[in-house]
């Protein structure tokens, strides 16, 4: 019988173990807990952890975040009745992205419980993921060149990263232009600038290309937020960009990465596997609203 219960601070090793049991697609919460704790609330990072528990074992959680995200881990069997058991999630459930096969579960039974088919959906997607150990790490040619650097985004570089992050949301996440998107690309992009996780690309005096972090535990980083505008594509500059923003981390101990990407996204894929990035899985992306 699977015990199914908020999480509190004294489960937090047998959670923090669960979750390095499967890092790769654990990160995101990982990352999560290191800036918010198990607190519950509507600030960023913040969520409601639920666990499944058998015979006193963490066998699966499932996290849902500030922003309606549903992130889960663990076995199949415990993350259903997670899922069943939990009044939280009948309400402001927003998405699944994480782990592939869980979030297909969670995103079915979705769909079932609200009487929708896959096209009610924002965003349906099985992305690929890759990981790089960074000892393994190979730069291309732009990221060498004279006219070529790299700096961590200001607040002054908002100006032309606002811009660009409405646009990378609406082309990767299916989101809607509107006040509602300008706002939460103006916040999300604030945090990234606030935690040194959002970096710029420059030739010569013009910016290119962003990347950026969107988890950081410990040896292990994940990229996301990688975009070029339309006018600086086909040159190599994400790639670069993502380069030099892993080579400067090595220098901090960071020793492992991963991201993901969508799987029909051929582009993306080669420039990431150009890098030394190898296909490990598979993750889930799944939105209600974008």
Partial sequence: MTIVRPLNDEDLPQLTALLWQHKETSLFIL???????????????????????????LRGVIVRYWNGNCMPQGDAATVMDIWQ????????????????????QLRDAYLQEHQLTESALALNSREVLYE?????????DVATQAASRLSLATEDDMTF?????????VETLNATRGQALAEHCHDSLRNRIQLRNCFVFWQG???????????????????GGVFTPEAFRGRGYAQ???????????????????????????????????LGFQFTGYFGLYLVTA
Avoid at 161 to 169: A, G, K, Q, S, T
Avoid at 205 to 220: C, I, K
């Fill in 205 to 223: 005096g013009t910016p290119v290309a962003t990347t950026g972090f969107n988890a950081r535990v410990q040896t292990m980083i994940q990229v």
């Fill in 161 to 169: 990263l606002l811009p660009w992050m409405i646009d990378y949301n």
């Fill in 132 to 140: 790089l150990p960074l000892s393994q790490l190979t730069l291309p």
């Fill in 240 to 274: 670069a960009a993502v380069g030099l923003s892993l080579q400067q981390v090595m220098q901090e101990g960071v020793e492992h990465c991963v991201l993901f990407t969508d799987e029909h996204n051929q582009a993306a894929r080669g420039a990431y596997e150009r």
């Fill in 31 to 57: 990352g999560n807990l290191e800036l918010s704790g198990l607190a519950a609330g509507d600030e960023p990072y913040q969520g409601d952890y639920i666990g499944g528990f058998v015979d006193g074992e």
């Fill in 85 to 104: 058991q939990s009044p939280v999630f009948r309400t402001g459930t927003n998405g699944f992205v994480g782990q592939y096969e869980r979030c297909l």
